[in-house]
């Protein structure tokens, strides 16, 4: 019999994943046949992680006799069919449901906000702590929303949680490189009702060509902008103490705004002060919208209250994703 991670346990799983970590194996099955939620089976199990009944295990079975109730486990019934690619294999007689379809499985009690935020952590380029929170290190994304999107099309119409997981998949901004970058591409990839503002679209970690009359001055051919406005030629950069302090990084950070800058790139910087309290962050808003020459829309009351959930939200630092 084979235990299958889903829910918070597979979210957990894939986000702690580190850049030295090999990612496991697609299984090739397409069904929980041979499931398992045996108190017995979990005890003997080589899972990759502690759980308690403070943060219990999630299980996926196929069986409404095995859905019984645990101490440190909860067990979700599944009987849904399952494309190829639902799950990876892990040590021993253990799967992981695969990075498309944990997306899929937290959507079933996540708001578009909520599952907006998941997707774009799993198609960034970082990791997270085991705690749920904070960043740890850069890795390769472990999927794309293109990604997302063919497996969710591959799923059954009535599948739960599908029409909110193609909801929330258009407001994903992929290759965000941390949780701060994150706060910033949902604030412009959200509609104003949602906690957004009307900006352009933006991408991240675009790769920005230096024009060859330039690339003298720098040894570069290229750039990455944490966050590129393409429509209005806007860099968004979020620079953090951590890593654009000390006299190199701050030589190196200001060569590379000046060469974006002379060849036609607007900068914008963010930084945590800039960022630390609400409004503040409206103000930095105010001069990236000005700076980019963006019309400075208007919003109604239900609007900015749901701009100041979505950045209470997701600036709480006590908060898990899992």
Not at 8 to 23: F, H, N
Not at 28 to 50: N, Q, R, T, V, Y
């Amino acid at each position: 019999m084979t235990l299958y991670l889903g829910h918070e346990s597979a979210l957990r799983y894939w986000l702690t994943k580190r850049g030295d970590e090999a990612i496991p194996d697609s299984s090739g099955l397409a069904c929980l046949a041979d499931s398992s939620a045996a108190a017995s089976e979990i005890k003997m199990a080589a899972l990759p992680f502690d759980f308690s009944s403070r943060r219990p295990l999630q299980l996926l079975v196929s069986d409404s006799r095995q859905s019984h109730k645990l101490a440190t486990a909860n067990v979700h019934l599944l009987t849904s069919p399952l494309p190829p690619g639902s799950f990876c294999d892990l040590v021993g007689s253990t799967r992981v449901a695969s990075p498309e379809f944990t997306y899929v499985l937290m959507a079933r009690d996540k708001t578009v906000q909520e599952l907006a935020e998941i997707g774009c952590y799993l198609c960034g380029g970082f990791a997270i702590g085991d705690e749920g929170r904070g960043y740890v290190c850069q890795r390769s994304p472990l999927t794309t929303p293109e990604d997302i999107r063919a497996f969710i099309g591959r799923l059954a119409p009535h599948t739960r949680g599908v029409s909110t997981a193609k909801r929330a998949l258009r407001y994903v901004v992929p290759y965000a490189a941390s949780p701060e970058e994150v706060l910033l591409a949902l604030t412009c990839s959200l509609p104003p009702l949602l906690g957004g503002r009307s900006m352009p679209k933006v991408v991240a970690n675009q790769r920005i060509d230096i024009p060859k009359s330039l690339r003298n001055h720098t040894g570069a051919t290229h750039f990455f902008g944490d966050l590129f406005f393409r429509s209005v030629r806007g860099d968004m950069e979020y620079d953090s103490e951590e890593y654009h302090t000390g006299k190199y990084r701050l030589d190196h950070t200001m060569e590379r705004r000046n060469i974006l800058e002379t060849a036609g790139i607007k900068v914008v910087s963010a930084t945590y002060g800039q960022i630390c309290n609400y409004q503040r962050y409206l103000d930095f808003w105010w001069m990236a919208e000005r700076r980019y020459g963006i019309r400075h829309k208007s919003y109604s009351w239900a609007q900015q209250r749901a701009q100041e959930n979505l950045y209470a939200w997701l600036t709480d630092r006590t908060r898990r994703l899992f």
